[in-house]
Protein backbone atom coordinates (compact mmCIF):
# COMPACT_ATOMS: atom_id res chain seq x y z
CA UNK A 1 0.00 0.00 0.00
CA UNK A 2 1.22 3.50 -0.90
CA UNK A 3 2.40 5.62 2.30
CA UNK A 4 1.90 8.74 2.86
CA UNK A 5 3.00 11.96 4.22
CA UNK A 6 1.50 15.14 5.78
CA UNK A 7 3.60 18.35 4.45
CA UNK A 8 6.69 18.05 2.18
CA UNK A 9 10.26 18.71 3.28
CA UNK A 10 11.85 22.04 2.17
CA UNK A 11 13.58 22.90 -0.50
CA UNK A 12 17.72 23.69 0.10
CA UNK A 13 17.95 27.01 1.54
CA UNK A 14 20.57 27.21 -0.86
CA UNK A 15 18.41 26.51 -3.93
CA UNK A 16 16.27 29.88 -3.71
CA UNK A 17 17.95 32.00 -6.43
CA UNK A 18 19.01 30.47 -9.84
CA UNK A 19 22.52 28.77 -9.68
CA UNK A 20 22.93 26.43 -12.52
CA UNK A 21 24.02 24.22 -9.21
CA UNK A 22 23.47 20.77 -11.28
CA UNK A 23 27.02 22.21 -14.18
CA UNK A 24 29.54 22.12 -11.85
CA UNK A 25 28.20 19.70 -9.34
CA UNK A 26 29.93 17.14 -7.51
CA UNK A 27 27.14 14.05 -7.21
CA UNK A 28 27.39 11.01 -4.55
CA UNK A 29 25.89 8.00 -5.73
CA UNK A 30 24.67 5.62 -2.36
CA UNK A 31 23.70 1.86 -2.83
CA UNK A 32 21.24 2.13 -0.40
CA UNK A 33 21.56 -1.54 0.74
CA UNK A 34 25.83 -0.96 0.97
CA UNK A 35 26.30 2.54 2.35
CA UNK A 36 25.08 2.33 6.16
CA UNK A 37 22.87 -0.09 8.36
CA UNK A 38 20.99 1.65 10.97
CA UNK A 39 18.83 -1.04 12.65
CA UNK A 40 21.62 -4.27 12.52
CA UNK A 41 19.80 -6.76 10.38
CA UNK A 42 22.81 -6.48 8.30
CA UNK A 43 21.53 -4.41 5.22
CA UNK A 44 21.89 -0.90 4.46
CA UNK A 45 18.83 1.43 4.94
CA UNK A 46 17.72 5.17 4.90
CA UNK A 47 18.41 5.45 8.73
CA UNK A 48 21.70 4.42 8.49
CA UNK A 49 22.56 6.71 5.28
CA UNK A 50 20.39 9.25 7.25
CA UNK A 51 23.25 8.93 9.99
CA UNK A 52 26.24 9.52 7.36
CA UNK A 53 25.02 12.75 6.03
CA UNK A 54 27.69 14.90 7.96
CA UNK A 55 30.00 12.61 6.34
CA UNK A 56 29.18 13.38 2.84
CA UNK A 57 29.34 17.01 3.41
CA UNK A 58 32.51 17.02 5.00
CA UNK A 59 33.45 15.47 2.02
CA UNK A 60 32.47 18.22 -0.26
CA UNK A 61 29.84 16.67 -2.28
CA UNK A 62 26.77 18.93 -3.24
CA UNK A 63 24.54 15.92 -4.29
CA UNK A 64 23.17 12.41 -2.96
CA UNK A 65 22.02 10.16 -5.88
CA UNK A 66 19.79 7.40 -3.81
CA UNK A 67 19.39 3.71 -6.15
CA UNK A 68 16.17 2.29 -5.39
CA UNK A 69 14.70 2.37 -2.14
CA UNK A 70 11.46 1.64 -3.40
CA UNK A 71 8.85 -1.24 -2.31
CA UNK A 72 10.16 -4.49 -4.58
CA UNK A 73 10.29 -8.04 -4.03
CA UNK A 74 13.78 -7.48 -4.41
CA UNK A 75 14.59 -9.63 -7.90
CA UNK A 76 16.59 -7.10 -9.19
CA UNK A 77 17.90 -5.09 -5.56
CA UNK A 78 15.23 -2.59 -6.21
CA UNK A 79 15.28 -1.89 -9.58
CA UNK A 80 12.07 -4.13 -9.67
CA UNK A 81 9.83 -1.83 -8.53
CA UNK A 82 6.12 -2.73 -7.07
CA UNK A 83 5.17 0.73 -5.66
CA UNK A 84 6.65 3.83 -6.72
CA UNK A 85 5.10 5.68 -3.83
CA UNK A 86 5.95 3.57 -0.95
CA UNK A 87 9.40 2.33 0.61
CA UNK A 88 10.65 -0.95 0.65
CA UNK A 89 10.48 -2.30 4.63
CA UNK A 90 14.23 -3.59 4.20
CA UNK A 91 15.17 -0.17 3.87
CA UNK A 92 12.43 1.65 6.05
CA UNK A 93 9.36 4.24 5.66
CA UNK A 94 8.24 7.10 4.45
CA UNK A 95 8.76 8.95 7.72
CA UNK A 96 12.46 7.68 7.15
CA UNK A 97 13.02 9.77 3.61
CA UNK A 98 11.38 12.50 4.42
CA UNK A 99 13.78 12.92 7.34
CA UNK A 100 16.52 12.13 5.21
CA UNK A 101 15.70 14.72 3.09
CA UNK A 102 15.47 17.44 5.84
CA UNK A 103 18.37 16.55 6.99
CA UNK A 104 20.75 16.49 3.74
CA UNK A 105 18.88 20.09 3.22
CA UNK A 106 19.83 21.19 6.30
CA UNK A 107 23.29 20.60 5.48
CA UNK A 108 23.42 22.13 1.99
CA UNK A 109 23.22 18.67 0.29
CA UNK A 110 20.76 17.93 -2.45
CA UNK A 111 18.98 14.53 -2.58
CA UNK A 112 18.22 12.58 -6.08
CA UNK A 113 16.14 9.52 -6.09
CA UNK A 114 16.62 6.88 -8.67
CA UNK A 115 13.41 6.57 -10.72
CA UNK A 116 12.38 3.31 -12.95
CA UNK A 117 10.50 3.93 -15.81
CA UNK A 118 11.06 1.12 -18.10
CA UNK A 119 9.87 -1.79 -16.46
CA UNK A 120 7.77 -2.37 -13.25
CA UNK A 121 8.14 -5.19 -10.86
CA UNK A 122 6.13 -8.25 -11.56
CA UNK A 123 4.48 -7.50 -8.10
CA UNK A 124 3.39 -4.31 -9.32
CA UNK A 125 -0.55 -4.57 -8.79
CA UNK A 126 -1.17 -3.70 -12.80
CA UNK A 127 0.87 -6.61 -13.55
CA UNK A 128 -0.73 -9.00 -11.11
CA UNK A 129 -3.84 -7.84 -12.34
CA UNK A 130 -3.28 -8.13 -15.67
CA UNK A 131 -2.54 -11.73 -15.18
CA UNK A 132 -5.13 -12.60 -13.13
CA UNK A 133 -7.37 -11.15 -15.25
CA UNK A 134 -5.93 -12.67 -18.10
CA UNK A 135 -6.78 -12.54 -22.10
CA UNK A 136 -8.53 -8.87 -22.82
CA UNK A 137 -7.56 -7.39 -19.77
CA UNK A 138 -7.54 -3.40 -20.43
CA UNK A 139 -3.87 -3.73 -17.91
CA UNK A 140 -2.53 -5.84 -20.43
CA UNK A 141 -1.88 -2.97 -22.37
CA UNK A 142 -0.28 -1.00 -20.32
CA UNK A 143 2.53 -3.85 -20.86
CA UNK A 144 3.72 -5.24 -23.66
CA UNK A 145 1.78 -9.32 -23.93
CA UNK A 146 2.39 -10.45 -27.50
CA UNK A 147 0.60 -14.14 -28.38
CA UNK A 148 3.44 -16.42 -29.44
CA UNK A 149 4.73 -17.52 -32.78
CA UNK A 150 4.60 -20.96 -33.77
CA UNK A 151 1.84 -23.86 -34.12
CA UNK A 152 0.88 -23.40 -31.13
CA UNK A 153 2.21 -20.02 -29.45
CA UNK A 154 5.35 -21.80 -28.47
CA UNK A 155 7.92 -19.42 -29.80
CA UNK A 156 8.21 -15.83 -28.47
CA UNK A 157 7.17 -13.37 -30.32
CA UNK A 158 10.27 -11.65 -31.68
CA UNK A 159 14.40 -12.88 -31.27
CA UNK A 160 14.83 -10.13 -28.78
CA UNK A 161 17.42 -11.05 -26.00
CA UNK A 162 17.46 -9.82 -22.04
CA UNK A 163 20.24 -8.16 -21.02
CA UNK A 164 20.10 -10.45 -18.25
CA UNK A 165 20.56 -13.62 -20.59
CA UNK A 166 17.79 -15.83 -22.69
CA UNK A 167 14.61 -14.41 -24.69
CA UNK A 168 13.58 -11.25 -23.55
CA UNK A 169 9.82 -13.13 -23.35
CA UNK A 170 8.35 -15.34 -20.62
CA UNK A 171 5.07 -17.38 -21.41
CA UNK A 172 2.11 -16.46 -19.07
CA UNK A 173 -0.59 -19.05 -17.73
CA UNK A 174 -3.98 -18.09 -18.46
CA UNK A 175 -6.42 -18.29 -15.63
CA UNK A 176 -7.68 -21.46 -16.80
CA UNK A 177 -4.29 -23.19 -16.59
CA UNK A 178 -3.51 -22.85 -20.25
CA UNK A 179 -0.54 -22.05 -21.86
CA UNK A 180 -0.81 -18.04 -22.48
CA UNK A 181 0.76 -14.87 -24.34
CA UNK A 182 4.05 -13.71 -23.63
CA UNK A 183 5.27 -10.42 -22.12
CA UNK A 184 8.75 -8.56 -22.88
CA UNK A 185 11.38 -8.47 -20.34
CA UNK A 186 14.10 -6.46 -21.22
CA UNK A 187 16.11 -7.68 -17.62
CA UNK A 188 14.69 -10.19 -15.69
CA UNK A 189 11.73 -11.94 -16.39
CA UNK A 190 10.43 -10.63 -12.71
CA UNK A 191 10.91 -7.34 -14.61
CA UNK A 192 7.93 -6.71 -17.48
CA UNK A 193 8.53 -3.68 -19.65
CA UNK A 194 5.61 -0.91 -19.45
CA UNK A 195 4.10 0.10 -22.69
CA UNK A 196 4.75 3.96 -23.10
CA UNK A 197 2.22 4.00 -25.89
CA UNK A 198 -0.23 4.03 -23.60
CA UNK A 199 -1.49 7.11 -22.19
CA UNK A 200 -1.99 5.77 -18.58
CA UNK A 201 1.66 4.68 -18.08
CA UNK A 202 2.71 8.47 -19.13
CA UNK A 203 -0.29 10.00 -16.49
CA UNK A 204 0.89 7.46 -14.01
CA UNK A 205 4.31 8.67 -14.32
CA UNK A 206 4.07 12.23 -14.67
CA UNK A 207 2.17 11.70 -10.76
CA UNK A 208 4.94 9.77 -9.41
CA UNK A 209 7.26 12.83 -10.48
CA UNK A 210 5.20 15.18 -8.74
CA UNK A 211 4.72 12.75 -5.75
CA UNK A 212 8.25 13.41 -4.64
CA UNK A 213 9.27 16.83 -6.06
CA UNK A 214 6.38 17.56 -3.40
CA UNK A 215 8.37 15.37 -1.09
CA UNK A 216 10.93 17.69 -1.80
CA UNK A 217 13.78 15.58 -3.73
CA UNK A 218 15.98 17.49 -6.15
CA UNK A 219 15.63 15.44 -8.89
CA UNK A 220 15.63 11.80 -10.53
CA UNK A 221 18.56 9.79 -12.21
CA UNK A 222 16.08 7.84 -15.02
CA UNK A 223 17.23 4.27 -15.16
CA UNK A 224 17.66 2.92 -18.46
CA UNK A 225 16.29 6.09 -19.87
CA UNK A 226 17.53 4.96 -23.17
CA UNK A 227 14.59 1.77 -23.09
CA UNK A 228 11.42 3.25 -22.79
CA UNK A 229 10.13 3.32 -26.17
CA UNK A 230 10.21 0.50 -28.33
CA UNK A 231 10.18 0.37 -32.12
CA UNK A 232 6.63 -0.20 -33.90
CA UNK A 233 6.20 -3.58 -34.57
CA UNK A 234 8.51 -4.94 -32.26
CA UNK A 235 10.69 -6.01 -35.33
CA UNK A 236 12.93 -8.99 -35.11
CA UNK A 237 16.86 -7.80 -35.27
CA UNK A 238 18.01 -10.93 -37.36
CA UNK A 239 20.58 -12.26 -34.98
CA UNK A 240 21.96 -13.91 -31.61
CA UNK A 241 24.46 -11.92 -29.21
CA UNK A 242 22.50 -8.99 -28.98
CA UNK A 243 24.71 -7.81 -26.07
CA UNK A 244 27.57 -7.46 -28.55
CA UNK A 245 25.58 -4.46 -30.23
CA UNK A 246 24.50 -2.83 -26.66
CA UNK A 247 26.14 0.86 -27.17
CA UNK A 248 27.45 0.12 -30.92
CA UNK A 249 24.17 0.32 -32.68
CA UNK A 250 20.42 2.26 -32.45
CA UNK A 251 18.82 -1.26 -31.46
CA UNK A 252 15.10 -1.26 -31.76
CA UNK A 253 14.00 -1.39 -27.91
CA UNK A 254 16.64 1.01 -26.94
CA UNK A 255 17.30 4.58 -27.99
CA UNK A 256 14.55 5.04 -29.87
CA UNK A 257 13.60 8.85 -31.23
CA UNK A 258 10.22 8.73 -29.46
CA UNK A 259 11.92 8.34 -25.48
CA UNK A 260 12.35 12.48 -26.19
CA UNK A 261 8.44 13.90 -26.02
CA UNK A 262 8.63 12.06 -23.07
CA UNK A 263 11.33 13.64 -21.69
CA UNK A 264 10.17 17.39 -22.77
CA UNK A 265 6.83 17.06 -21.17
CA UNK A 266 8.85 15.72 -17.63
CA UNK A 267 10.89 18.74 -17.92
CA UNK A 268 7.59 20.92 -18.14
CA UNK A 269 6.83 19.13 -14.51
CA UNK A 270 10.42 19.96 -13.21
CA UNK A 271 10.57 23.79 -14.20
CA UNK A 272 6.95 23.83 -12.37
CA UNK A 273 9.19 23.69 -9.10
CA UNK A 274 11.42 25.62 -7.38
CA UNK A 275 15.02 25.57 -6.37
CA UNK A 276 16.48 24.08 -10.04
CA UNK A 277 15.26 20.62 -10.15
CA UNK A 278 16.90 18.06 -12.21
CA UNK A 279 16.84 15.19 -14.22
CA UNK A 280 19.71 13.12 -15.25
CA UNK A 281 19.20 10.42 -17.73
CA UNK A 282 21.36 6.92 -17.81
CA UNK A 283 21.46 6.55 -21.56
CA UNK A 284 23.65 3.90 -23.27
CA UNK A 285 24.03 5.13 -26.76
CA UNK A 286 26.32 4.16 -29.31
CA UNK A 287 27.66 8.00 -29.36
CA UNK A 288 28.00 10.79 -27.16
CA UNK A 289 26.14 12.76 -29.86
CA UNK A 290 23.45 10.67 -29.34
CA UNK A 291 23.96 11.14 -25.96
CA UNK A 292 23.16 14.90 -26.28
CA UNK A 293 19.87 14.32 -27.31
CA UNK A 294 18.60 13.51 -24.15
CA UNK A 295 19.90 17.30 -22.87
CA UNK A 296 18.39 19.52 -25.25
CA UNK A 297 17.25 22.60 -23.90
CA UNK A 298 13.85 21.48 -23.63
CA UNK A 299 14.66 17.79 -22.50
CA UNK A 300 16.65 16.66 -18.93
CA UNK A 301 20.21 18.42 -17.63
CA UNK A 302 22.47 15.73 -17.57
CA UNK A 303 23.23 12.14 -19.34
CA UNK A 304 25.67 10.04 -17.92
CA UNK A 305 28.74 9.48 -20.05
CA UNK A 306 29.57 5.88 -20.78
CA UNK A 307 32.10 6.61 -23.25
CA UNK A 308 34.27 8.43 -20.64
CA UNK A 309 33.40 5.41 -18.06
CA UNK A 310 34.54 3.07 -21.12
CA UNK A 311 38.07 4.39 -21.58
CA UNK A 312 41.32 2.64 -20.25
CA UNK A 313 43.90 4.77 -18.72
CA UNK A 314 45.54 5.89 -22.34
CA UNK A 315 46.55 9.26 -22.38
CA UNK A 316 45.09 9.20 -26.57
CA UNK A 317 42.04 7.69 -25.93
CA UNK A 318 41.10 10.18 -23.15
CA UNK A 319 42.02 13.19 -24.65
CA UNK A 320 39.36 11.89 -27.45
CA UNK A 321 36.49 11.04 -25.58
CA UNK A 322 36.84 14.35 -23.34
CA UNK A 323 37.34 16.96 -26.59
CA UNK A 324 34.27 14.18 -28.18
CA UNK A 325 32.13 14.74 -25.01
CA UNK A 326 32.73 18.25 -24.66
CA UNK A 327 32.28 19.04 -28.10
CA UNK A 328 28.88 17.27 -28.00
CA UNK A 329 27.76 19.20 -25.09
CA UNK A 330 28.16 22.34 -26.39
CA UNK A 331 25.55 22.44 -29.30
CA UNK A 332 22.96 21.45 -26.68
CA UNK A 333 24.18 23.94 -23.86
CA UNK A 334 24.66 21.56 -21.84
CA UNK A 335 27.06 19.87 -19.00
CA UNK A 336 29.07 17.45 -19.81
CA UNK A 337 29.59 14.54 -17.02
CA UNK A 338 32.38 12.41 -15.96
CA UNK A 339 32.23 9.02 -14.17
CA UNK A 340 34.83 6.06 -13.31
CA UNK A 341 32.65 3.99 -11.48
CA UNK A 342 29.24 2.77 -10.07
CA UNK A 343 26.75 0.13 -8.94
CA UNK A 344 26.86 -1.85 -12.15
CA UNK A 345 30.94 -1.64 -13.22
CA UNK A 346 33.48 -2.94 -12.05
CA UNK A 347 35.72 -0.37 -9.72
CA UNK A 348 37.62 1.41 -11.62
CA UNK A 349 40.43 0.78 -9.10
CA UNK A 350 40.74 -2.89 -10.07
CA UNK A 351 39.82 -1.90 -14.22
CA UNK A 352 43.40 0.35 -14.16
CA UNK A 353 44.88 -2.70 -12.01
CA UNK A 354 44.06 -4.87 -15.39
CA UNK A 355 45.46 -4.81 -18.73
CA UNK A 356 43.18 -2.84 -21.37
CA UNK A 357 40.51 -4.37 -23.49
CA UNK A 358 38.51 -6.68 -20.96
CA UNK A 359 35.70 -3.95 -20.67
CA UNK A 360 33.58 -2.99 -17.45
CA UNK A 361 32.97 -5.82 -15.74
CA UNK A 362 36.36 -7.55 -14.52
CA UNK A 363 36.95 -11.01 -12.74
CA UNK A 364 40.64 -10.62 -11.93
CA UNK A 365 41.98 -8.54 -9.09
CA UNK A 366 44.99 -7.19 -11.04
CA UNK A 367 47.97 -5.64 -9.84
CA UNK A 368 46.65 -3.58 -6.49
CA UNK A 369 49.38 -1.20 -6.06
CA UNK A 370 48.87 -0.31 -9.95
CA UNK A 371 45.42 0.48 -10.10
CA UNK A 372 44.94 2.19 -6.88
CA UNK A 373 47.59 4.49 -8.23
CA UNK A 374 46.29 5.04 -12.02
CA UNK A 375 42.87 5.37 -10.08
CA UNK A 376 43.85 8.37 -7.93
CA UNK A 377 45.22 10.06 -10.94
CA UNK A 378 42.42 9.24 -12.75
CA UNK A 379 40.39 11.11 -10.09
CA UNK A 380 42.21 13.94 -10.51
CA UNK A 381 42.16 14.15 -13.81
CA UNK A 382 38.54 14.04 -14.12
CA UNK A 383 37.68 16.62 -11.16
CA UNK A 384 39.48 19.14 -13.48
CA UNK A 385 37.62 18.41 -16.57
CA UNK A 386 34.62 21.08 -16.93
CA UNK A 387 31.32 20.34 -16.17
CA UNK A 388 29.71 17.80 -13.55
CA UNK A 389 31.29 14.55 -11.68
CA UNK A 390 29.92 11.71 -9.76
CA UNK A 391 31.87 9.48 -7.48
CA UNK A 392 30.16 6.73 -6.04
CA UNK A 393 30.36 4.92 -2.73
CA UNK A 394 33.33 3.80 -0.84
CA UNK A 395 35.73 5.23 -4.58
CA UNK A 396 37.07 7.53 -2.20
CA UNK A 397 38.54 4.81 0.21
CA UNK A 398 40.02 3.54 -2.76
CA UNK A 399 38.36 0.43 -2.92
CA UNK A 400 38.68 -2.11 -5.36
CA UNK A 401 36.56 -4.91 -6.41
CA UNK A 402 35.93 -7.72 -4.41
CA UNK A 403 36.59 -10.38 -7.31
CA UNK A 404 36.67 -13.63 -5.13
CA UNK A 405 32.91 -13.41 -3.39
CA UNK A 406 31.74 -17.46 -2.89
CA UNK A 407 29.20 -18.18 -5.86
CA UNK A 408 26.95 -19.01 -2.91
CA UNK A 409 26.64 -15.64 -1.58
CA UNK A 410 26.03 -13.84 -4.97
CA UNK A 411 22.92 -12.19 -5.63
CA UNK A 412 22.86 -10.26 -8.72
CA UNK A 413 19.96 -11.90 -11.20
CA UNK A 414 22.15 -11.79 -14.06
CA UNK A 415 24.91 -14.39 -12.65
CA UNK A 416 22.40 -16.99 -12.55
CA UNK A 417 21.26 -16.27 -16.24
CA UNK A 418 23.40 -17.61 -19.18
CA UNK A 419 24.32 -16.02 -21.84
CA UNK A 420 24.07 -12.65 -20.06
CA UNK A 421 25.65 -9.62 -17.99
CA UNK A 422 29.02 -10.86 -16.60
CA UNK A 423 26.70 -11.58 -13.89
CA UNK A 424 29.84 -9.87 -10.99
CA UNK A 425 28.48 -6.69 -10.10
CA UNK A 426 28.28 -7.81 -6.68
CA UNK A 427 32.30 -7.22 -6.51
CA UNK A 428 31.26 -3.84 -6.17
CA UNK A 429 28.30 -3.85 -4.01
CA UNK A 430 30.41 -4.64 -0.94
CA UNK A 431 28.93 -2.68 2.11
CA UNK A 432 31.67 -0.21 2.48
CA UNK A 433 34.18 -0.16 5.67
CA UNK A 434 33.36 2.87 7.97
CA UNK A 435 35.94 1.68 11.00
CA UNK A 436 38.95 -0.68 11.40
CA UNK A 437 37.25 -3.21 13.40
CA UNK A 438 34.30 -5.07 14.21
CA UNK A 439 32.45 -7.62 11.99
CA UNK A 440 31.16 -4.90 9.55
CA UNK A 441 33.62 -2.76 9.74
CA UNK A 442 31.14 0.08 11.27
CA UNK A 443 28.88 -0.93 8.56
CA UNK A 444 26.27 -2.43 11.00
CA UNK A 445 25.80 -4.00 14.19
CA UNK A 446 24.14 -7.24 12.78
CA UNK A 447 27.26 -7.74 9.96
CA UNK A 448 26.71 -7.22 6.26
CA UNK A 449 24.68 -8.77 3.65
CA UNK A 450 27.94 -9.69 1.47
CA UNK A 451 31.18 -10.57 3.14
CA UNK A 452 33.76 -7.33 3.10
CA UNK A 453 37.92 -8.65 2.80
CA UNK A 454 39.63 -8.68 6.08
CA UNK A 455 41.73 -5.84 3.81
CA UNK A 456 39.10 -3.34 4.46
CA UNK A 457 39.64 -2.67 7.93
CA UNK A 458 43.18 -0.52 6.84
CA UNK A 459 40.81 1.43 3.75
CA UNK A 460 38.30 2.20 6.23
CA UNK A 461 37.09 5.48 6.89
CA UNK A 462 38.54 5.69 10.17
CA UNK A 463 41.66 4.34 9.34
CA UNK A 464 42.34 6.91 6.48
CA UNK A 465 41.28 10.06 8.52
CA UNK A 466 43.58 12.24 8.83
CA UNK A 467 46.69 10.62 6.82
CA UNK A 468 47.83 12.77 4.23
CA UNK A 469 48.48 9.86 1.98
CA UNK A 470 45.07 8.33 2.39
CA UNK A 471 43.14 8.25 -0.90
CA UNK A 472 40.43 9.86 1.44
CA UNK A 473 41.90 12.46 2.66
CA UNK A 474 43.16 12.88 -1.49
CA UNK A 475 39.17 13.72 -2.58
CA UNK A 476 38.55 15.67 0.62
CA UNK A 477 41.55 17.92 -0.38
CA UNK A 478 40.38 17.83 -4.35
CA UNK A 479 37.12 18.62 -3.48
CA UNK A 480 37.54 21.77 -1.21
CA UNK A 481 39.91 22.84 -4.29
CA UNK A 482 37.62 22.47 -6.88
CA UNK A 483 34.80 24.35 -5.12
CA UNK A 484 36.92 27.24 -4.13
CA UNK A 485 39.28 27.76 -7.61
CA UNK A 486 37.32 29.70 -10.28
CA UNK A 487 38.78 27.85 -13.23
CA UNK A 488 37.38 24.69 -11.89
CA UNK A 489 33.63 23.50 -12.22
CA UNK A 490 31.59 24.67 -14.60
CA UNK A 491 32.62 24.87 -18.54
CA UNK A 492 32.73 23.96 -21.60
CA UNK A 493 36.45 23.47 -23.24
CA UNK A 494 39.97 23.12 -22.31
CA UNK A 495 42.84 24.41 -23.72
CA UNK A 496 45.61 21.80 -24.73
CA UNK A 497 49.15 22.80 -23.92
CA UNK A 498 51.26 22.32 -26.79
CA UNK A 499 54.10 20.18 -26.52
CA UNK A 500 52.89 17.86 -23.37
CA UNK A 501 55.71 14.55 -23.66
CA UNK A 502 53.84 11.71 -25.21
CA UNK A 503 51.65 9.96 -22.53
CA UNK A 504 51.27 13.22 -21.24
CA UNK A 505 47.50 15.26 -21.24
CA UNK A 506 48.40 18.61 -20.49
CA UNK A 507 45.28 21.40 -20.39
CA UNK A 508 44.97 24.42 -18.97
CA UNK A 509 41.85 26.47 -17.33
CA UNK A 510 41.82 29.72 -16.04
CA UNK A 511 44.49 30.40 -13.57
CA UNK A 512 45.10 26.50 -13.81
CA UNK A 513 46.93 23.99 -15.36
CA UNK A 514 46.32 20.04 -15.00
CA UNK A 515 49.47 17.43 -15.96
CA UNK A 516 48.25 14.03 -15.78
CA UNK A 517 51.61 11.39 -16.93
CA UNK A 518 48.72 8.07 -18.50
CA UNK A 519 52.36 6.59 -19.21
CA UNK A 520 54.45 3.85 -17.29
CA UNK A 521 57.66 5.85 -17.24
CA UNK A 522 58.38 9.05 -15.56
CA UNK A 523 58.90 12.57 -17.61
CA UNK A 524 60.57 15.75 -16.77
CA UNK A 525 58.92 19.10 -17.10
CA UNK A 526 58.59 22.34 -16.68
CA UNK A 527 56.21 23.20 -13.68
CA UNK A 528 53.74 25.62 -14.84
CA UNK A 529 53.06 27.58 -11.45
CA UNK A 530 52.39 26.90 -8.37
CA UNK A 531 51.45 23.09 -7.05
CA UNK A 532 48.16 22.41 -5.68
CA UNK A 533 47.80 19.40 -5.28
CA UNK A 534 49.23 15.66 -6.33
CA UNK A 535 47.91 12.18 -6.63
CA UNK A 536 51.28 10.77 -5.46
CA UNK A 537 54.37 11.90 -4.08
CA UNK A 538 56.13 14.51 -6.71
CA UNK A 539 59.22 17.41 -6.43
CA UNK A 540 59.64 20.36 -7.90
CA UNK A 541 63.32 21.50 -7.71
CA UNK A 542 64.41 24.89 -10.04
CA UNK A 543 61.12 25.32 -11.69
CA UNK A 544 61.04 21.69 -12.98
CA UNK A 545 59.18 18.65 -12.20
CA UNK A 546 59.85 14.62 -12.23
CA UNK A 547 56.20 13.75 -12.97
CA UNK A 548 56.04 9.82 -11.71
CA UNK A 549 54.12 7.54 -13.76
CA UNK A 550 50.50 7.17 -13.30
CA UNK A 551 50.17 10.37 -11.99
CA UNK A 552 48.25 13.89 -11.71
CA UNK A 553 49.30 17.40 -10.54
CA UNK A 554 47.45 19.87 -10.24
CA UNK A 555 48.47 23.64 -10.74
CA UNK A 556 47.62 27.57 -9.81
CA UNK A 557 48.89 29.55 -12.56
Same mark, same amino acid.
Given at each position: MTQHLAAPAPAPATAAAPTDWWRDAVIYQVYPRSFADGNGDGMGDLAGIRSRLPYLRDLGVDAVWLSPFYASPQADAGYDVSDYRAIDPVFGTLLDADGLIRDAHALGLRVITDLVPNHSSDQHEWFKRALAEGPGSALRERYHFRPGKGANGELPPNDWESVFGGPAWTRTTDPDGTP???? !??LFAPEQPDFNWEHPAVADE?? $?????? !?????DGFRIDVAHGLVKAAGLPDIGSHDQLKLLGNDVMPFFDQD??????? $?????LDEYPGERIGVAEAWTPTVERTANYVRPDELHQAFNFQYLGTHWDADALREVIDTSLAAMRPVDAPATWVLSNHDVTRHATRFANPPGLGTQIRTAGDRELGLRRARAATLLMLALPGSAYVYQGEELGLPDVTDLPDEVRQDPSFFRAAGQDGFRDGCRVPIPWTSTGSSYGFGEGGSWLPQPASWAELSVEAQTGDPASTLELYRSALAVRRDHPGLGAGTDVTWLPDAPAGVLAFAREGFVCTANASDTPVRLAAPGRLLLASGDVVVVDG??????DTT????V
Open positions: GDWY !LHFR $SILRFW !LDMGVGVHAIYR $SWRQIELELPAVWWA
